[in-house]
């Protein structure tokens, strides 16, 4: 069975900040792994994508995540966020043809 | 890039009426796409797989009688709400898969989403 766990519904941090928004997932096969924002009213917007080799992956807006598979995690990193980084954030797996999507973590930049 | 145009992005409709929502894939072809609901607060659920020249594949516990799902050309897929009722409302969304090479995207397969259509069921 396929699965993505994102543990924090909501992360709250201040302008400037580095943040760490976290993703766990199951399979029993290789996968490929995503990241998507949302803004609100909005579709999804790919952030970044892990397919194959380096573990760790950039993305737009200065975003990256790193690949585990021992821990099976592919976390997303920012250095320092922007007001404008306010969004909800889903972590995705794909495998047989389909994808599986998080729960969802809020990010909540304050100034 | 990749863009995926999905219209309306609203829609306000009497109880007993019938809603399409149109999912355009606009500078790539799209042999599938992917029906989303999402519901407040929570993520995507997956209602069905849309695949050009036949039958979309629903998942389970989705009524494929009430949510129809058309997709009749490489760029096109309508999703119909049948005599909707208030517990339709919701956020839909589409998406398109990008296959191999195709969009500014590229590399495995990615989807590319729609804007999204909020649905109000009066």
């Known amino acids: 069975a396929q699965s993505v766990t994102q543990l924090d519904s909501q992360v709250p941090v201040f302008e400037e900040a580095p943040v760490e928004l976290r993703c766990n997932y199951s399979?029993?096969?290789?996968?490929?792994l995503f990241w998507y924002v949302q803004y609100p009213n909005q579709g999804l917007q790919l952030l970044l994508k892990y397919l194959s080799g380096s573990t760790l992956v950039k993305g737009i807006n200065g975003f990256e995540a790193e690949f585990n598979k021992s821990q099976t995690s592919f976390h997303l990193r920012k250095p320092s966020v922007h007001i404008s980084d306010t969004a909800e954030y889903f972590c995705?797996?794909?495998?047989?043809?389909?994808?599986?999507f998080g729960s969802g973590t809020k990010l909540n930049v304050k100034p | 890039g990749a863009v995926v145009s999905q219209h309306p992005s609203w829609v306000i409709c009497k109880s007993g009426t019938s809603v399409k929502i149109e999912c355009r894939s606009l500078d790539f072809q799209a042999t599938t796409m992917f029906w989303y609901r999402q519901f407040p607060k929570q993520s995507l659920m997956l209602m069905a797989t849309?695949?050009?020249?036949?039958?979309?594949t629903y998942e389970q516990g989705v009524e494929k009688d009430k949510f129809l799902i058309n997709h009749a050309s490489l760029t096109l897929s309508t999703l119909t709400v049948t005599s909707a009722h208030p517990e339709d409302s919701s956020f839909y969304i589409c998406?398109?898969?990008?296959?191999w090479g195709q969009g500014a995207e590229g590399g495995a397969n990615v989807l590319t989403f729609g804007a999204g259509s909020r649905l109000t069921v009066l």
């Open positions: 998406s398109a898969e990008n296959r």
């Open positions: 849309s695949n050009e020249g036949s039958k979309a």
């Open positions: 995705a797996l794909y495998n047989f043809n389909k994808f599986y």
């Open positions: 399979s029993s096969v290789s996968v490929y």
